[in-house]
Antibody, heavy 118, light 105 residues
């Protein structure tokens, strides 16, 4: 079946970097884009950015420009999100999601908890 | 950036009630509006896309309407499994609304 499976929970110190993976299966990876969305504890959903799995084009939320990089590896149908210079307010569950033609996110990963703490 | 404002932020309702949640965009987004349901500890689930199209597998008691700046998600008869938080999202800049938590009265 169509699914996105993310890497496991991470604990990082302030100033460090984290890289979360999102492995796709059950569909043609290069036919869809992948967006990343995060959710701080008890808070709403925040869109972080998007990457085309077809050509690698990216579009990042202005708030995260310069700290986030999204990449894909088409040989393994995997998307990656790296966030640098981590701060305590980056503590959140990070989701990857497949973006369909309508612009909606129809398939979601299970989420990866990233905790930033000294 | 286009901002999305949802109301109410929370509501209490009983099983069988008709529930309406609204979402307003800061400028016209045509019909580029999606609705999601999220239960605690779970990833969001797409319910409605393009303002009024029901995602495959979603019960028909869920419906969406609106265009331009004002949109509505309606649950025609609230079921026990519908108690959750609902988010709208516009497809231009991908921003989400603040969410509406639907609780049991």
């Amino acid at each position: 079946q169509v699914q996105l499976v993310q890497s496991g929970a991470e604990v990082k110190k302030p100033g460090a970097s984290v890289k979360v993976s999102c492995k796709a299966s059950g569909y043609t990876f290069t036919s869809y884009g992948i967006s990343w969305v995060r959710q701080a504890p008890g808070q709403g959903l925040e869109w972080m950015g998007w990457i085309s799995a077809y050509n690698g084009n990216t579009n990042y939320a202005q708030k995260l420009q310069g700290r986030v990089t999204m990449t894909t590896d088409t040989s393994t149908s995997t998307a990656y999100m790296e966030l640098r210079s981590l701060r305590s307010d980056d503590t959140a569950v990070y989701y990857c999601a497949r973006e369909c033609r309508s612009g909606a996110f129809d398939i979601w990963g299970q989420g990866t908890m990233v905790t930033v703490s000294s | 950036d286009i901002q999305m404002t949802q109301s109410p932020s929370s509501l209490s309702a009983s099983v069988g009630d008709r529930v309406t949640i609204t979402c307003r965009a800061s400028q016209s987004i045509s019909s580029y509006l999606n609705w999601y349901q999220q239960k605690p500890g779970k990833a969001p689930k797409l319910l409605i896309y393009a303002a009024s199209s029901l995602q495959s597998g979603v019960p028909s008691r869920f419906s969406g309407s609106g265009s331009g700046t004002d949109f509505t998600l309606t649950i025609s008869s609230l079921q026990p499994e519908d108690f959750a938080t609902y988010y709208c999202q516009q497809s231009y800049s991908k921003f989400f609304g603040g969410g509406t938590k639907v609780e049991i009265k």
